[in-house]
């Protein structure tokens, strides 16, 4: 097993593996490089819907959601992003992803580690980028390490309560049913204590995070804009193209991440994603 790091940022391409048959040393390896690049690409992997699971498995227990749309049959860990169109109708979610967010941070119980498998890719388009928020924690400047310390961040799912992201357009005539459903909003702290490192990281995104507990939307709003306009500085970032068979895995508690869309027709991204429970924020 050979691991290149893709950028100063984050990530690391995982060569000579495949992950349909790997024994435990082979799996501590990984493990260990998962922690010391938040994020690993394996290339070229055939990987059935059972294959994926069960590598996602060796990481814990796989959220799944009764209501969540696209999931595959018979594979409730499993869902489906696609902008493939059958008889006029999406087989799976066209734009997930498309503002900076962290898996699951609107649960009591987040997700550790996403696991997406690109099965189509489109020759244009469809990237998806990584921002590093241990980074971001650590180049905050002392006063604002301070100022923050003990802030709670309040991660609410529906879109419709959060002016920094809009309902996407799949969804629009469906919201209701979509994000009306009853998941109570969650509060995390800002500053956040990654479950295995220990290194803190500033949790928040504009996705999910709509304000602070105990603190008026006068203070909270400029605060949360500074804070997440800082998370995204260009060095912290790494940006992926995907090709045909990648399985990449990213680690929740210290990275955002944005789906870029932008799929050049007549492309067509076809997806499996996997997504692994962890801690409690704390
Ligand atoms: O499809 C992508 O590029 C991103 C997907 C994503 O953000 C997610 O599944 O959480």
Redesign the pocket.
């Known amino acids: 097993m050979k691991v290149t790091p893709l950028s100063d940022a984050l990530g690391a391409e995982v060569i000579g593996i495949d992950l349909t048959s790997i024994d435990d040393p082979v799996f501590d390896e990984i493990h260990e490089a998962f922690l010391e690049y938040q994020l690993l690409v394996f290339r070229d992997q055939d990987l059935t819907p059972d294959a994926h699971i069960a590598f996602s498995e060796r990481f814990g227990p796989i959220e799944t959601r009764p209501d969540r749309p696209f999931t595959l049959p018979n594979y409730p860990e499993v869902t489906v ?1 696609s902008n493939r169109l059958v008889d006029g109708e999406p087989m799976g979610v066209i734009s ?2 498309d503002f900076w ?1 962290t ?1 699951l941070s609107f649960s009591e119980i987040p997700c550790r580690a ?1 696991f ?1 498998h690109a099965r189509e890719v489109a020759e244009e388009g ?1 990237d ?1 980028e990584w921002s590093n928020i241990y980074t971001a924690y650590d180049t905050l400047s002392a006063e604002m390490k301070e100022r923050i310390a003990d802030l709670k961040g309040i991660h609410v799912f529906d879109r419709r309560r959060n002016k920094r992201a809009q309902v996407d357009t799949q969804f629009a005539n469906k919201a209701d049913e979509v994000y009306g459903i009853p998941i109570p909003d969650a509060v995390h702290p800002m500053v956040r204590h990654h479950p295995e490192t220990g290194r803190k990281s500033l949790y928040i995104s504009p996705r999910f995070v709509v304000g602070i507990e105990g603190m008026g939307g006068d203070e909270a709003q400029p605060l949360l804009d500074e804070l997440f306009a800082h998370q995204i500085r260009a060095e912290f970032r790494y940006r992926h193209k995907w090709q045909h068979g990648d399985l990449l895995m990213w680690d929740n508690p210290c990275l955002i ?4 869309g932008a799929i050049k027709p007549p492309g067509i991204r076809h ?1 499996h ?1 996997t997504m692994v429970l962890g801690d409690r924020p704390h």
């Open positions: 992003l997930a992803g967010h898996d996403t997406l469809g998806t991440h944005i789906g870029r997806m994603r």
